[in-house]
């Protein structure tokens, strides 16, 4: 290692020594010559004086260039050393690395990205970035990198979907850098990117199951009411029974007119029994989340007449004071109505055995939310149960499942909402649900 080092000093010097020595040798000859005589002693002493200080800067400039290699060397190492540890970095890397130019020629990558990609080192070097991005995001990536890494220097993480070699298309997220040079002009970016695809499987499976929940809680809810349904669908049976054999008579009477408002009666009752069918089956049915602007106090009319069902057999009287005039929600209609069913179902339990049974929905706006209040005058809630209310398989009731405020809990928070409990201040509980109003629509 020190005689690598010192090789270049080693042959500088010798250089330097050749050439001084020689041309003192040469210098001398020339005298001798154009004088004539042989060299005297004195020649030689002033030949032995220049070769000593030959010799002797020789040692000075080897000892200069000793250092002087020795910094070098050093240096080097330690570039070298800096290199090892960022390419041991850049390779143990569990997230993609990828350097490109400006203009999106790529200048470095490490092993995962190109396994992310399917594409070798050598591949992708003779790609540009944009080849790898469906077109789709060329655009919103551009936005990022124009308002956030040309501004700041880098971006916040943010995703989008990368072409495999294979073709098949997958997520990502990522964070871009800029890099600058000792002038401060852009020279490249580097992103460290993360595959997602495994993330999202399991988003889709968690949305799958939670939507299955809800459906469940929903099917859990219209049995609770099955007595009461079979009650409100006896009523129009009845009279479409009524209003038959009155048109029958009629008929047989040969009184036609009077047959005739019989039988529209009775497809009034037909039609009416069929909403109630109707409204029931939506209201289970299995159905993706589908949200859309929406007006709160149609979704509480909705909500009621399939809530209230049996409401007033049980001697329940319901209020309503409803503002008008409220700003939409981006909602799910259907889900929205299953937390308000399970609220007025609770509602009603709490006030199956007491004197007063008033129910009251309300509803408001303030600038930041929409508010929806159910309020009952029941027996209040337990105290065994207050602290963990929305949490699931909490319920004092017998034949409860103790899911309803939770699933209610996580369909709120999922529209962005907050949903709480508190005293009612004339005795009983009050639920208040709160949902974002929409945002305005864009002018087209
Ligand atoms: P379940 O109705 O199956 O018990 P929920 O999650 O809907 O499940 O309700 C959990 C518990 O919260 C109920 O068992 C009851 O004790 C309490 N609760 C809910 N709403 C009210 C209310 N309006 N008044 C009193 N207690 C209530």
Redesign the pocket.
């Known amino acids: 290692m020190v005689a690598m080092k010192s090789r270049v000093a080693w042959r500088i010097s010798g250089i330097y020594v050749g050439f001084g020595e020689a041309w003192i040798v040469v210098s001398s000859m020339l005298v001798w010559l154009e004088v004539g005589q042989p060299p005297s002693l004195a020649s030689f002493l002033e030949m032995g004086k220049g070769s000593i200080f030959v010799l002797a800067t020789a040692v000075l400039l080897f000892a200069m260039l000793r250092r002087w290699e020795g910094e070098i060397h050093q240096r080097d190492e330690e570039l070298r050393r800096s290199e090892a540890r960022y390419r041991l970095l850049h390779e143990s890397l569990r997230d993609g690395f990828v350097q490109i130019t400006m203009d999106g020629r790529f200048l470095d990558c490490n092993a995962v990205y190109c396994d992310m990609l399917g594409y070798t080192a050598a591949d992708l070097l003779k790609l540009n970035y944009l080849d790898l991005t469906p077109p789709r995001w060329h655009g919103p990536e551009g936005v990022i990198i124009a308002k956030q890494v040309m501004v700041r220097g880098y971006s916040d993480v943010y995703e989008k979907e990368y072409c495999r070699k294979n073709g098949t298309i997958f997520p990502v997220e990522l964070r871009t850098i800029l890099v600058r040079d000792d002038t401060g002009a852009p020279l490249s970016m580097y992103a460290i990117v993360r595959d997602i695809s495994e993330r999202r499987t399991q988003e889709a499976r968690a949305a799958l199951v939670r939507e299955q929940l809800i459906h469940a809680g929903r099917v859990?809810e219209l049995g609770?009411v099955s007595a009461g349904i079979a009650h409100e669908l006896n009523q129009p049976l009845a009279a479409m029974q009524n209003y038959a054999a009155t048109a029958k008579r009629w008929i047989e009477r040969g009184d036609a007119v009077a047959a005739s408002e019989a039988i529209a009666k009775t497809c009034e009752q037909a039609k009416r029994a069929g909403d109630i069918i109707q409204r029931m089956r939506s209201f289970v049915e299995k159905r993706d989340t589908n949200k859309t602007r929406d007006d709160v106090n149609a979704i509480i009319r909705e909500a009621t007449a399939l809530g209230l069902i049996g409401a007033k057999s049980i001697g329940i009287e319901a209020r309503y004071n409803l503002a008008p005039d409220l700003p939409l929600v981006i909602a799910d209609r259907v889900q929205i109505e299953q937390v308000l069913v399970?609220?007025l179902?609770?509602?009603m339990?709490?006030?199956a055995e007491g004197p007063q049974r008033i129910l009251t929905l309300s509803s408001s706006a303030s600038a930041s939310a929409v508010e929806i209040i159910?309020s009952?005058t029941?027996?209040?809630?337990?105290a065994?149960?207050v602290d963990s209310?929305?949490q699931?398989f909490?319920?004092?009731?017998q034949?409860?499942?103790?899911?309803?405020?939770?699933?209610?809990k996580s369909i709120i928070e999922a529209h962005g909402g907050e949903i709480f409990?508190e005293p009612n201040p004339g005795g009983?509980?009050?639920?208040c649900v709160r949902l974002p109003p929409a945002p305005p629509l864009c002018e087209a």
């Open positions: 859990q609770q399970n609220l179902h609770n509602a339990d709490a006030m159910v009952d029941g027996k209040g809630i337990p065994t149960v209310l929305f699931p909490v319920t004092t009731k034949s409860g499942m103790g899911i309803g405020l939770a699933i209610s409990a009983g509980t009050r639920f």
